[in-house]
């Protein structure tokens, strides 16, 4: 059910609980753009008009912007739902100079490299470090002082000019418990400048944006001793609405996952909203510990994994099982649906469309599992929203009857 | 001396760091809140003791709040005391209107002179709103002050123009 309805200074609403949309390539873009063309709201289809929001990365932002320009449909048909009038976020990533794929790194530098040239220089000589100490130190005495309230500025006004539509400060992650009152130090620093800026030299829009707090964090930092340290320099400068964004959540280990709930019902307390990033199915779980919105990638794990140099990722993609709500590789998907002649396992629009695996040409496979993949997330979010039962009930019930039964026991 | 309030505002090192033109505006629109937080007024020993702002700045910037009708300031023997001009009698009684990139407020307040009209002049520049000026009348006169105005108005063929 909808909890609760929060009108953003930017005049749209966020809805509790809510799905927002992690869109990362010019492809992703042209997916979500299509999708919401050719599965509008209507009798026949619920679309994807449940997903209320997409998360873009700064370094992403110029690759999938051209596809969430105004569309023409929506002024002749005021109920069509295009991806302009859903929330936009924009963010700013700079928890990607410190940890992540060298391509994340990259496109954060090249956003940042008009304004700071020598930031990209700096950042690639630490991450050639290879001890993890070192390269920690490294970061925090190189990267931290070019991270100045210059820089917020330009990327706030960056975010401005992108019509976000929810402005996110910049922040550092929390990675290291050896460090962390460093990290509080700066993300404390950081958050305040945030405010002050959007309060003076970007005053034109402190009625017009909400400000949101986001903190990076790896759930191993969430022990008792460092929370009230992390949670004073998450509520620093009174935002709007904060952001949670885990790196690389293990949610087999319990005592990290349940510090990290607790965490989240303890900042839930501050009564503001919550909205946590890049998590999958567990992000249904957080909307139980006080999440007011999550965001998820297409069709793909939240969490980095390291590979191999000899590893390479299969070119066709997972499909995600509705019923079981875990993904199956390209490869083992038919052995599952074998016994049932290749009936593909869902009622969503392009599976009813398909009917069978067998139906699906391989160079078709990628397209068809990523719109699946948002059309069967608009069905949970739509099951969540509309069940007369209190969440943790109903959620109960849906990963007791999926492969996420392990879900089961963090739900209160 | 009295303690003030005031908001959160920029390391001297890093407000420094800002553009000139953002830097100028940011000094503004801290000594404008500053001055809005402390109803009973503040001097310029007050706030250059609290905020990282030099006592020649800070004069600088109250001098043009001053000038735009935002503040006002009264002398008490040898201080000077500078008090927020910016709060309305009513919420309800404020009005506004957008022309162009320009927006006019005009409200109902009261200070220690009195009660008065304000009429304020923001202009939006791409990411900052900036006062351009405003003028205070006196509720009692602002009848005489309308009249003034079509007089001009009509005299000017202004009104016939619009219509």
């Known amino acids: 059910m909808i909890t609760n309805e929060k009108l953003l200074k930017c005049g749209k609403i966020l809805k509790t609980p809510s799905l927002f949309i992690n869109a990362k390539t010019k492809a992703d873009g042209k997916l979500i753009k299509e999708t919401i063309i050719r599965y509008p709201l209507n009798k026949a289809n619920n679309g994807i008009s449940q997903i209320d929001g997409i998360v873009i990365s700064s370094g992403d932002y110029s690759a999938v912007a051209p596809f969430l320009v105004p569309d023409i449909r929506a002024q002749l048909d005021p109920s069509f739902y295009s991806a302009d009038k859903r929330i936009r976020l924009i963010d700013p990533a700079t928890h990607f100079l410190f940890s992540g794929l060298e391509k994340d790194k990259d496109a954060c530098c090249s956003v940042v490299e008009k304004w700071l040239p020598q930031l990209s220089n700096v950042v690639n000589s630490v991450a050639r470090i290879d001890a993890q100490k070192e390269k920690l130190d490294s970061s925090i005495q190189r990267i931290y002082p070019l991270l100045d309230a210059v820089l917020i500025q330009r990327l706030l006004e960056f975010q401005i000019r992108a019509n976000a539509d929810i402005l996110i400060n910049p922040s550092v992650p929390f990675s290291s418990s050896r460090r962390i009152n460093d990290q509080a130090e700066k993300t404390r620093e950081m958050n305040r400048q945030g405010r002050v800026l959007l309060d003076t030299v970007l005053s034109r829009y402190k009625e017009q944006r909400d400000l949101m707090n986001l903190t990076v964090l790896n759930p191993s930092v969430l022990a008792s001793t460092y929370v009230d340290n992390i949670l004073d320099a998450t509520l620093q400068g009174n935002p709007d609405i904060i952001g949670i964004r885990l790196m690389n959540l293990d949610e087999k280990n319990s005592v990290e996952t349940m510090n990290f709930l607790k965490f989240l019902k303890t900042l839930s307390s501050s009564g503001k909203p919550i909205v946590v990033f890049n998590v999958r199915e567990f992000g249904y779980v957080t909307f139980c510990y006080g999440a007011n919105a999550i965001s998820m990638p297409i069709a793909k794990s939240p969490y980095m994994t390291k590979k191999k140099a000899s590893e390479k990722a299969p070119h066709e993609g997972s499909y995600y099982h509705s019923i079981e709500m875990i993904d199956y590789s390209y490869r083992s998907f038919p052995d599952n649906i074998r016994a049932k002649n290749y009936k593909l396992p869902c009622h969503c629009e392009i599976c009813d469309e398909f009917g069978s695996f067998t139906k699906i040409e391989k160079k078709q496979w990628n397209y068809f599992r990523k719109v699946h993949f948002l059309l069967v997330k608009n069905m949970e979010m739509q099951e969540l929203r509309k069940t007369d039962v209190p969440l943790n009930i109903a959620l109960k019930d849906k990963f007791g009857r999926s492969q996420k039964t392990g879900y089961v026991a963090f739900l209160p | ?163």
């Open chain 2, 1 to 163: 001396m009295l303690e003030i309030q005031i908001p959160e505002v920029l390391q001297r090192n890093d407000y420094l760091k800002l553009p000139p033109s953002e830097r100028e505006l940011y000094v503004r629109e801290i000594l404008r809140q500053t001055v809005r937080k402390n109803e009973q007024g503040v001097t310029v020993g007050m706030l250059s003791e609290k905020l990282p702002f030099d006592p020649r700045t800070i004069e600088k910037h109250l001098s043009i709040l001053t000038c735009t009708n935002e503040i006002y300031s009264v002398k008490i023997g040898n201080t000077q005391l500078f008090l927020p001009n910016s709060i309305p009698m009513h919420h309800a009684k404020k009005q506004t209107v957008t022309i162009g990139n320009r927006e006019y407020i005009a409200y109902a307040l009261q200070n220690r002179m009195g009660e008065f009209v304000f009429i304020q002049e923001k202009k939006k520049t791409e990411f900052a709103e900036e006062v351009g000026g405003g003028i205070l009348i006196p509720l009692a006169d602002f009848k005489q002050f309308v009249g003034f105005i079509t007089t001009f108005s009509k005299d000017m063929g202004i009104l016939n123009k619009g219509s």
